[in-house]
């Protein structure tokens, strides 16, 4: 869960309290290297590839791909975009909307294959939205979507294309993933 989310959501000012580290930041770096081999591999190269990485987690992780993909092609430049979905989602009275997060998309998507970023899939609703918000942007050819965990849960039929790491969880439990590890823990009020 991202910083600022983890600040504003209910328990208002609840702490992460971290129980295991399930990746390192090694291990975070494979996992971005191979979804980055994969991408190539499915779309049979970078031609018409844009990597659009959600606010706030999936940032980060989309920059990174990026570079990744670019060193693998002697330096091609891969668009990356951010998209923040807060007036998308269908819980908008129930989660506060941050204005800090930013959309900046690299041009019409139009006829591009958008690779979606983010750093955990759990219900799939974030997703839904982002799926609503990017029509704004110009009709895509494809839309995958890349996530470092997957942690189940789901409730809407959604499913990742490219996944770090599949990670089982209750439903109660927290996932924090940055560029530095994946930990597991709960949030407790303060």
Same mark, same amino acid.
């Given at each position: 869960?991202?910083?600022?989310?983890?600040?504003?959501?209910?328990?208002? &000012?609840?702490a992460f309290v971290p129980r295991v580290?399930?990746?390192?930041?090694?291990?975070?770096?494979?996992?971005?290297?191979?979804?980055?081999?994969?991408?190539?591999?499915?779309?049979?190269?970078?031609?018409?590839?844009?990597?659009?990485?959600?606010?706030?987690?999936?940032?980060?992780?989309?920059?990174?791909?990026?570079?990744?993909?670019?060193?693998?092609?002697?330096?091609?430049?891969?668009?990356? &975009?951010?998209?923040?979905?807060?007036?998308?989602?269908?819980?908008?009275?129930?989660?506060?909307?941050?204005? /800090?997060?930013?959309?900046?998309?690299?041009?019409?998507?139009?006829?591009?294959?958008?690779?979606?970023?983010?750093?955990?899939?759990?219900?799939?609703?974030?997703?839904?939205?982002?799926?609503?918000?990017?029509?704004?942007?110009?009709?895509?050819?494809?839309?995958?979507?890349?996530?470092?965990?997957?942690? &189940?849960?789901? /409730?809407?039929?959604?499913?990742?294309?490219?996944?770090?790491?599949?990670?089982?969880?209750?439903?109660?439990?927290?996932?924090?993933?940055?560029?530095? &590890?994946?930990?597991?823990?709960?949030?407790?009020?303060?």
């Amino acid at each position: 869960m991202a910083e600022r989310e983890r600040k504003l959501t209910p328990p208002r &000012g609840g702490a992460f309290v971290p129980r295991v580290q399930v990746l390192s930041a090694a291990d975070v770096h494979r996992a971005l290297t191979r979804i980055a081999h994969e991408i190539v591999e499915r779309n049979r190269g970078l031609e018409d590839v844009v990597v659009v990485g959600l606010q706030t987690g999936g940032v980060p992780l989309a920059y990174r791909i990026g570079q990744i993909l670019g060193e693998m092609h002697d330096g091609a430049h891969v668009p990356v &975009g951010t998209l923040d979905v807060a007036f998308y989602r269908d819980d908008i009275g129930i989660r506060p909307v941050l204005p /800090e997060a930013s959309t900046e998309i690299p041009g019409d998507l139009a006829g591009t294959v958008v690779i979606l970023v983010d750093d955990v899939l759990f219900t799939g609703r974030t997703i839904r939205a982002a799926l609503n918000a990017l029509s704004d942007f110009g009709r895509a050819r494809s839309v995958q979507l890349a996530v470092m965990v997957d942690r &189940g849960h789901r /409730e809407l039929p959604i499913r990742p294309d490219y996944v770090g790491k599949n990670l089982p969880t209750r439903f109660d439990e927290q996932v924090d993933v940055s560029l530095d &590890g994946v930990v597991l823990g709960d949030v407790v009020p303060r």
